[in-house]
């Protein structure tokens, strides 16, 4: 069965860090552009991060910059979201999207991306 796991969410103060995974099931990321979107609850979903199959280039919402690392190990089949001095507006599921390579750089679009993992929540909360 083909699946995108996403693990690693929970419960954090602000300034907190948390890191989150992104786990294949049944295929191979090493083909694939992988993404972190995320919705908050009332709001649209959006995109957070991505990183090219090969993994030489990374994309970020501005909301992300400076706070977020994308990373990647094809060899585990694994895609990484590391969040730091997180903020209680970075509360919402978060989710991990895979996609086909389309440009050497991956776009941080929901359109970019057909399959999806079920998603895990991230609390920022004192």
């Known amino acids: 069965q083909l699946q995108l796991v996403e693990s690693g969410g929970g419960l954090v103060q602000p300034g907190g860090s948390l890191r989150l995974s992104c786990e294949a099931s049944?295929?191979?990321?090493?083909?694939?552009?992988i993404g972190w979107f995320r919705q908050a609850p009332g709001k649209e979903r959006e995109g957070v991060s991505c990183i090219s199959a090969s993994g030489t280039h990374t994309n970020y919402a501005n909301s992300a910059k400076g706070r977020f690392t994308i990373s990647r190990d094809n060899a585990k089949t694994m895609v990484y979201l590391e969040m730091n001095s997180l903020k209680p507006e970075d509360t919402a599921v978060y989710y991990c999207?895979?996609?086909?390579?389309?440009?050497?750089?991956?776009?941080?679009?929901?359109?970019?991306?057909?399959?999806w993992g079920q998603g895990t929540h991230v609390t920022v909360s004192s």
């Open positions: 049944g295929f191979s990321l090493d083909y694939y552009d």
């Open positions: 999207a895979a996609g086909a390579p389309l440009f050497r750089r991956c776009i941080l679009s929901l359109a970019s991306f057909g399959f």
